[in-house]
């Protein structure tokens, strides 16, 4: 390639991944799968190492500076970062109305309403389109320069987009870790035995301190923009500017929204509440802000925070409580969870007894002993935990922790694998915990579906000996069950009929249901749809495992090793004696009724993309990131954007989620 030629590609990779990371962050919209991105950032990265000549300080290259720090500076803001008036009630939020409106001698005023990141506030300087600082909040009148951190964070651009923007702008807004970095951050750590970060927030902050770049740039943080400290070449309006930042490619939240009023604030409070568990992201509440900038110069200040703005909280989501005592608690796989029992707290929205502990390597860590005040942590849909102790208000010596030798619901000896954080009990289905962990998955909807078998009877038919093995559900008599305390004819007559319909599963949900460590229901349609049988899976070594889509290394030793279990197979054998028969639809699981079809996805599913793209590979399709004529169908969700247009133009045929849970189902893959 001649040095022109360089240069040209050079120019046109940086436009493409610039453009990808508008699409991926800003749009949140994807137009191209992860490893192409990753493709397109190595070409640039080989062609800039055989022409060193050709690096600009923008290019997505050089976010990472390779020299670690000895301290930060600190950075003078050119105008104070302010903080915000909080409100807890309704009342406060009227309260505060009534005080805009008498200001402004007028009602009825509009507001530009947002969700309130729980992250790290952050101000950015661009200067001629280019970040050239970016600083913490600190006092507020002097922060942190963070600029070499903030520069590895792929959602902040390096470069403003389009046209128009002023030559200084400044812009502020809050970095933050998504919960799913977080929870995958911590699930890493875990396993190699590192410590776990307290909750995004703190990791968001912790990542931003780093004296080494490189380690920044291991962190999965984000960026949303929520105002500016500047005004030249802007809109009139809060609302408009947050607009007008996304065009120059700054990503804004999707849930910034236009409301009048107070109902229409308290209204939009409602609903973001609503979504809260669901946003992917901790907020603490939600920030309504006079949206005329004129009105806002008119009401100003008082003291530090603005009259025209206001944080209207949400319940918190961690919590100070007593941890009374660490119970163990025996899981479906034998893996030895330790519970933490507490003085009740309301936590997230609800009143906390229980969370987890994690392992033991985790309380030794955090050094939790029963006794200690603790910093209880429910965000979003997770199980609650208790995030660290505050041995600052530890009083007396306490007592540490022992995982128990031996089970506490058997007595088998407890194990722990070298090289594994997690302890197990070593009675397999010997241990009634474990057995009944693994009859109640397989009772679940998703299972086999068996109505009327709940946790509860599931704990009698164990502990009157009567059930076993998932295999003895089949062979209860009428006579069994009404012997049973609390159970009547009528209820028996419903269960056996139950039993009966859930006889004749299709092979991938037999398999869900037997509870195969990392199984899940997708996978046991990847393998389901493999394999074709039973018998062929059991007969599959581990390398021929990790052939099947959603399958590693790891997955296909917990498979082989089930399939390798004499206990297992008897299982699977009683199952076949006892009328289970998945025979006749296994034939119909190796089909491949999409092979050949290419698919796209856009828009925003209620499943997980992951999800409908290997429910998709497993049927046969392909799934692939652009629309084009070769495309068969695209599966549009809800606010599909370019490539529904797209489709439409090429008249590609376009499906909606419902339709395409249907067809799913119409090829007896069950997804709920
Ligand atoms: N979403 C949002 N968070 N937040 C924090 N907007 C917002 N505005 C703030 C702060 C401190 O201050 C304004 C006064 C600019």
Known sequence: MTQPEAHKRAEELRRLIEHHNYRYYVLDDPEVPDAEYDRLIRQLESLESRHPELVTPDSPTQRVSGTPMDGFETVRHRVPM???????????????????????????????????????????????GLLTTAATRGDGERGEDVTANVRTIRAVPLKLHGQGWPALLEVRGEIYMPRSGFEAFNRRARELGEKPLVNPRNGAAGSLRQLDPQLTAKRPLAFFAYSTATRDNLPDTQFDTLA??????????????????????????????????????????????????????????????????????????????????????????????????????????????????????????????PGDWVMVRRAGDVIPEVARAIHERRRDVLPEFQMPETCPECGSAVERVEGEAVARCSGGLFCPAQRKHSIRHFATRKAMDIEGLGDKLVDQLVEEGLVHTV?????????????????????????????EDSKHPPLDRLLYALGIREVGEVTAHSLAAHFGTMKALQQADEQTLTEVSDVGPIVAGHVAAFFQQENNLQVIQALSEAGVDWQALEEQGGEQPLAG????????????????????????????????????????????????????????????ESDFVKLLQSYGVQIS
């Not at 007008?244 to 490619?249: A, E, F, H, P, S």
């Open 244 to 369: 007008r930042l996304k065009d120059w490619g700054i990503p804004v939240n999707p849930e910034v929204r236009r409301v009048r009023g107070l109902d229409g604030c308290l209204a939009y409070h409602q609903r973001i509440g609503t979504l809260r568990p669901t946003l992917g992201y901790d907020i603490d509440g939600v920030v309504y802000k006079v949206d005329r900038f004129d009105q806002q110069g008119f009401l100003g200040f008082v003291s530090k925070a603005p009259r025209w703005a206001l944080a209207h909280k949400f319940p918190a989501e961690e919590e100070i409580t007593r941890l009374l005592d660490i119970d163990v608690q025996v899981g479906r796989t034998g893996a030895l969870t330790p519970v933490a029992r507490l003085e009740p707290v309301f936590v997230g929205g609800v009143t906390v007894t229980n969370a987890t502990l994690h392992n033991e390597d985790e309380i030794r860590r955090k050094d939790v002993r």
């Open 597 to 656: 079809e290419i698919w796209v996805l856009t828009g925003a599913l209620s499943m997980p993309r992951i999800q409908a793209k290997n429910l998709l590979e497993s049927l046969g399709a392909k799934v692939t990131g652009s629309v084009s004529a070769k495309t068969t169908m695209l599966l549009a969700g809800e606010a599909a954007g370019s490539k529904l247009a797209k489709a439409q133009k090429l008249d590609v045929k376009v499906i909606s």
């Open 471 to 499: 295999a003895d559900l089949y062979l209860l008599t009428h006579e069994q069950l009404v012997s049973l305390e609390r159970m009547g004819g009528k209820s028996a007559e419903n269960l056996l009929k139950a039993l």
């Open 82 to 128: 302010l903080s915000l008036g909080n409100a807890f009630s309704d009342q406060e939020v009227a309260d505060f109305y009534r005080r805009v409106a008498q200001g402004l001698e007028r009602e009825d005023i509009e507001f530009a309403a947002e969700p309130k990141l729980d992250g790290v506030a952050i101000s950015l300087t661009y200067v001629d």
